[in-house]
Nanobody
Framework: QVQLVESGGGLVQAGGSLRLSCVAS????????MGWFRQAPGKEREFVAV????????YYTDSVKGRFTISRDNAKSTVYLQMNSLKPEDTAVYYC???????????????WGQGTQVTVSS
C-alpha cells in the first residue's frame, strides 16, 4: 500500500511559479502511475497531469499544457509538478494520486494525498 504526502503549495502572484512535491511511502511506488488533480472551491475535482511508471510518459489537461511539467524520481519515491506562468484560475487544492492505470479518471486512482493549497493572486 502506498501513502502520499504533498508539499510545496502557497500564495504566488500571477505569472509566478511553484513546484509541488509528493512523497510516497511503500515499496510499490515504482509500479504506479502518478497523477495530479486539483479542486477549486465549489467545483469538482479535475485532472491535471499523469506520469506513467514504466516509461515516464506524461499527459496533461489542455489548460496547463506548456505551463506545467510533471516528473518523478523513483529513487526518491517522489513525483513533482512544476507550475509556471500561474494564473488566478489555477487556484485550488492540489492532490497527488497513485493508481495502476495511466488515465485521467479520478476513480481509477486508489491512493490520494491530503492535498496542498495553491493560491494565485491577480
Amino acid at each position: 500500500q502506498v501513502q502520499l504526502v504533498e508539499s510545496g503549495g502557497g500564495l504566488v502572484q500571477a505569472g509566478g511559479s511553484l513546484r509541488l512535491s509528493c512523497v510516497a511511502s511503500g515499496r510499490t511506488f515504482r509500479t504506479y502511475s502518478m497523477g495530479w488533480f486539483r479542486q477549486a472551491p465549489g467545483k469538482e475535482r479535475e485532472f491535471v497531469a499523469v506520469i506513467r511508471w514504466s516509461d515516464y510518459l506524461t499527459y496533461y489537461t489542455d489548460s496547463v499544457k506548456g505551463r506545467f511539467t510533471i516528473s518523478r524520481d523513483n529513487a526518491k519515491s517522489t513525483v513533482y509538478l512544476q507550475m509556471n506562468s500561474l494564473k488566478p484560475e489555477d487556484t485550488a487544492v492540489y492532490y497527488c494520486a497513485a493508481g495502476p492505470l495511466w488515465v485521467r479518471t479520478a476513480s481509477t486512482y486508489n491512493t490520494w494525498g491530503q492535498g496542498t493549497q495553491v493560491t494565485v493572486s491577480s
